[in-house]
């Protein structure tokens, strides 16, 4: 999708109207002015107060990656008559409707003096179940704003006084708002002072903690819960001390309340009621998430371990600073904010984190729709390094995967107007820049339509043939420009596109899939989510062929949207999806059930594990969803690795137990905006033991661990358990050896689905292939010592040989 540039465009206003307090704004009334930074179309900007009695603006419908910022301001009212006569306290009420999902609506004065809008008490909050289109037909909530005090303002600030409705999208693609005509009007001054920071948090089914900054030192107040759009309390509220917070108990499952709160200073001394805050209790669920608001501000994009600690971590970054909440053993969070040079281009459509340098501290990777910008975290993990190319990158999602197999973590990077662009590590952290079928002499070719398309790029082993490949969900354009791709890894470092030939070349439009093993056989099943139209379920039936499954899967309800990813939330042992927002609970068997969309943002977020039980977490736009957690048992895999990356990146773990095999592929980069974690969790539900834990490294090294612990981390250091020497056996026979060309191979065993791999003298690994015929085509290779190493199941048998 390309950005639109907007010039600004404002309406000049016509101030020489003059109105008097406590007088109605009378919209329609073309003495009101429109300014900002908005389009014009009528699907957009809705409704004009100059024109109808109501302003509403669609961001909808202006689309991601405008900015919008438009403002209704009044003409004129000169208040100097009004304070001369002691009406000194003011206010402004009205009723709106807004869907608010990280904008700003406010209400702002006009500072004459300064020459600047100072925002006026507190943003407007979110309407309770408003439309997602459509604003004008919603139910409306009343507010009165915080009295304003202009006993203080000078002549000048008195007689130019104006005031606005402003809404400011915040970079967020949010929906909308509609703003029905104001009244100014004067106000009984207070003696108590109002509340401040009132907030819902820990929201549960059945109850919710209040919280909120005392005025001055009074040390009671008064609460009023109430059914959302009922209006500023009129009577008392509930007496109460405490506030820190306050709870509420015995509420109602999956019902929407909103909260008042006034202070209390003795005699018949309150402040003003300050709210209304709105919350929504849960509804009873397979898995409740509980919210906590956690603000960070700048692009939140991440959740990963920054450390090396293998406890997952909470990121930002700005243009000058990344902001890390390093997770504790002991629970919370510490905040350490890491100046940065200044940021050529930041992570305005995708984030990507790994260790790519190797030195045990994160590295992040910015995608931009200018360019790409790395920060590199330096050995002590105090600081960065910025690196930014000069090359016009349109990024997409971005991914961090040894796409040569060296052992070092290169980058990936969507382009989504020209082909795809790459960046390989030399093995110092030193990074070349290459775009497929554009860079002369670049290594690989991992997809270079003209005009891109790529949107959501995720590396998997589909083919279960031990190395990495990549699917590229691709959105808009042309019907060849939104087909699927699949980039094969041939195991000696090539890729071929073969989507075609897998039934997997879908010109649907997507902007993310999710991978994963939806049916527990062993190998990896693909759900491609719809960003319109409709989704695809397909099973991987092992032999290289994906069926479309999505009739009988229970999938097609789901909303569409960017985000699709795949956890076991429930930690049952079936993987699920979450779809933009709605979980969908896996029956193991490629179908799912409970469908839950009232449980995290229609986001997603970034997923990890924030406070080390073993339950999924997310996090996204300020605020922490907690997993509530069910009985079900759990292993998280950590995984180090020595020869291959240290992340263990493009690993794939598979854990067997009475019930079968689970598979993971470790992965940086999912879904289409954000990033996850990069340990590997297991859910194993009422299972109570694990035979054992398979690691299948970038490397070819095998590690495998019986037995291991449940419901707590298990560290795997790459070569820990089995080295290539442990499996030299004398029932392989190749022949003849030395050889020219080709390898033909004897064996007791059957060597159906086998795996070989071939290794110089160093074990790096230089072939890899799914074994067809028992022979192997050796020609290619250089002259030298090799070892020849055969996995079939669980047997594992090598040999050493010559290449002449």
């Not at 009205?94 to 702002?108: A, D, P």
């Not at 039934?503 to 997507?510: A, F, K, N």
């Not at 029956?587 to 986001?603: A, R, V, W």
């Not at 990356?645 to 095999?661: C, F, K, M, P, Q």
């Amino acid at each position: 999708m390309r950005k639109i540039t907007l010039t600004l465009f404002v309406l000049s206003a016509f101030f020489s109207f003059s109105q008097t307090l406590n007088q109605p704004a009378n919209w329609p009334n073309p003495n009101w002015s429109i300014t900002g930074n908005y389009l014009f179309d009528s699907e957009v900007f809705e409704a004009n107060p100059t024109q109808v009695n109501t302003f509403a603006y669609d961001d909808d419908d202006a689309q991601n990656g405008h900015d919008d910022d438009i403002a209704a301001e009044s003409p004129v009212i000169n208040l100097t008559a009004a304070n001369a006569a002691g009406e000194n306290w003011i206010s402004v009420g009205s009723s709106y409707v807004f869907n608010n999902i990280g904008e700003l609506l406010t209400i702002q004065y006009w500072d004459a003096d300064a020459g600047v809008w100072v925002v006026w008490g507190d943003p407007l909050t979110g309407t309770s179940n408003p439309p997602n289109n459509n604003f004008c037909s919603g139910s409306y909530q009343s507010f009165t704003s915080a009295p304003l005090n202009i006993s203080g303002f000078s002549a000048n600030q008195l007689s130019n006084f104006r005031y606005r409705v402003s809404y400011d999208d915040n970079g967020v693609w949010g929906w909308g708002f509609c703003f029905q005509s104001p009244t100014i009007s004067s106000q009984t001054p207070p003696t108590c002072p109002n509340i401040t920071g009132l907030t819902s948090t820990n929201i549960t089914t059945d109850s919710a903690d209040i919280t909120w900054q005392a005025g001055s030192t009074e040390s009671s107040w008064e609460i009023v819960v109430q059914t959302p759009g009922s209006g500023i309390p009129t009577g008392s509220g509930t007496a109460t001390s405490s506030n820190n917070p306050y709870p509420l108990t015995s509420l109602n499952s999956g019902t929407s309340y909103e909260i008042y709160v006034r202070g209390y200073c003795g005699g018949s001394d309150y402040s003003n009621w300050v709210g209304p805050v709105v919350f929504n209790t849960l509804t009873p669920a397979r898995v409740n998430f509980i919210t906590e608001s956690f603000p960070i501000g700048g692009y939140d994009l991440t959740v990963v371990d920054m450390n090396g600690d293998h406890l997952d971590d909470i990121v930002s970054a700005s243009s000058t600073n990344v902001n890390i909440f390093y997770q504790l053993s002991t629970g919370g969070f510490n905040e350490v904010d890491i100046p940065t040079p200044n940021a050529n281009f930041l992570p305005t459509w995708s984030m990507a984190a790994a260790d790519f340098d190797g030195n045990g501290h994160t590295d992040l990777l910015y995608g931009n729709g200018s360019g790409v910008t790395f920060m590199k975290a330096n050995n002590d993990g105090t600081a960065f390094s910025e690196i930014s190319g000069s090359e016009y990158v349109f990024s997409q999602r971005s991914n961090f995967a040894d796409i040569n197999n060296d052992g070092h973590l290169d980058a990936f990077v969507c382009h989504d107007v020209a082909p795809n662009v790459y960046y390989i590590n030399d093995g110092n952290g030193n990074l070349t820049f290459y775009q497929s079928n554009v860079t002369p002499n670049a290594p690989v070719n991992l997809g270079d339509y003209s005009s891109g398309g790529n949107y959501g790029s995720i590396w998997i082993d589909y083919d279960n043939d031990r190395d990495l490949d990549m699917f590229i969900a691709k959105c808009g354009g042309e019907t060849d420009r939104r087909r699927n791709n699949m980039l094969t890894n041939n195991g000696d470092g090539t890729y071929t596109e073969n989507a075609a030939s897998l039934g997997l070349d879908d010109p649907m439009q997507t902007w993310s899939s999710s991978w994963g093993d939806y049916d527990n056989d062993g190998d990896m099943d693909l759900f491609v989510g719809a960003s319109s139209g409709n989704h695809k379920l397909m099973r991987n039936d092992g032999n290289g062929v994906f069926v479309d499954v999505t009739t009988a899967a229970n999938v097609s309800s789901a909303p569409t949207g960017h985000e699709n990813v795949s956890h076991d939330f429930d930690n049952d042992g079936f993987l699920d999806i979450a779809c933009n927002g709605t979980i969908m609970y896996g029956k193991g068997d490629m179908t799912f059930e409970d469908l839950d969309s009232n449980q995290i943002n229609y986001k997603n977020g970034s997923f990890g594990d924030l406070n080390n039980d073993g339950f999924i977490d997310t996090y996204y736009n300020d605020v922490i969803y907690w997993n509530g957690t069910t009985s079900n048992n759990w292993i998280k895999i950590n995984t180090i690795g020595t020869v291959s990356n240290i992340d263990g990146i493009g690993a794939r773990v598979e854990l067997y137990t009475s019930a079968g095999v689970q598979i993971r592929d470790v992965r940086s980069g999912e879904g289409f905006e954000y990033m996850s974690t990069i340990n590997t969790h297991f859910g194993i539900g009422s299972q109570t033991t694990i035979d054992s834990v398979v690691i299948y490294w970038p490397s070819g090294i095998i590690d495998t661990v019986t037995n291991p612990a449940i419901n707590t981390p298990l560290e795997v250091v790459e070569g820990a358990t089995l080295t290539i020497e442990d499996s030299f056996v004398n029932d392989l026979v190749i022949y003849p050896n030395p050889t020219n060309d080709v390898l033909n191979i004897s064996t007791s065993d059957n060597l159906q689905n086998a795996i070989y791999t071939i290794f110089d003298i160093t074990s790096k690994r230089v072939m890899n292939a799914k074994l067809d015929q028992n022979k192997i085509d050796v020609s290619a290779l250089n002259t030298g010592n090799y070892i020849l190493r055969i996995v079939s199941g669980n047997t594992i048998k090598s040999q050493k040989f010559i290449k002449q």
